[in-house]
């Protein structure tokens, strides 16, 4: 990827330089930190607002207010992260591994607010929100970002598949 440049190698762990941000790897795990702070302010939010102004062409007509009610109060500050798994992983695997890592998967509000304040990075992956799965026709669902037909696009997937090598996860730091 032209954009991720090695700024330092090692056998255990690899740096790289992110235009945002900046990353590591190892064998199992490939952690982006971006450096751009974003504030969601859930007494005022607009969800079609922030829908439209993501950029996100919604592909799921479940993608809707109803569906994804605040789940935080106030304004909200995080720096997002981008994690994927070189080798793939399930959901549930790729739960318990942030866990570990002291990250929590970031819902789909932070993931329309992740597309305002980055429109060049989402360009790069399949961008999944775990945070916040919801049902449809009795399946739970999670939202995924993809550069599709020259559009970016929000829709829904069946969260318990297998997530594919390169599949990045939308995180931040803190417990759920």
């Excluded at 991720?4 to 199992?28: C, M």
């Excluded at 607002?49 to 994804?68: C, D, F, G, M, V």
């Excluded at 789909?108 to 607010?113: K, N, P």
């Excluded at 929000?154 to 969260?159: D, G």
Aim: glycine letters at 6%; a positive charge; proline letters at 5%.
């Amino acid at each position: 990827m032209a954009d991720i440049k090695l700024v330092h190698s090692s056998p255990d762990r690899d740096l790289f330089k992110f235009p945002q941000g900046q990353a590591f790897y190892t064998n199992d795990v490939i952690v982006v930190s971006l450096k751009k702070e974003i504030i969601v302010d859930y007494d005022t939010l607009d969800f079609d607002a922030l829908l439209q102004k993501s950029r996100y062409t919604p592909i799921a007509s479940s993608i809707k207010e109803k569906n994804y009610q605040a789940c935080f109060f106030g304004a909200e500050k995080f720096f997002p992260k981008i994690v994927l798994f070189p080798n793939g992983i399930t959901a549930r695997d790729a739960e318990v591994s942030l866990s570990r890592m002291g990250l929590r998967a970031c819902t789909t509000i932070e993931q329309l607010a992740f597309g305002k304040a980055y429109p060049l990075v989402r360009k790069y992956f399949c961008i999944v929100a775990l945070g916040s799965p919801i049902k449809v026709n009795g399946v739970e669902c999670v939202s995924v970002v993809s550069f599709e037909s020259k559009s970016l696009c929000i829709s829904l997937v069946k969260k318990n598949v297998p997530w594919q090598p390169g599949t990045a996860f939308l995180v931040t730091s803190g417990a759920t």
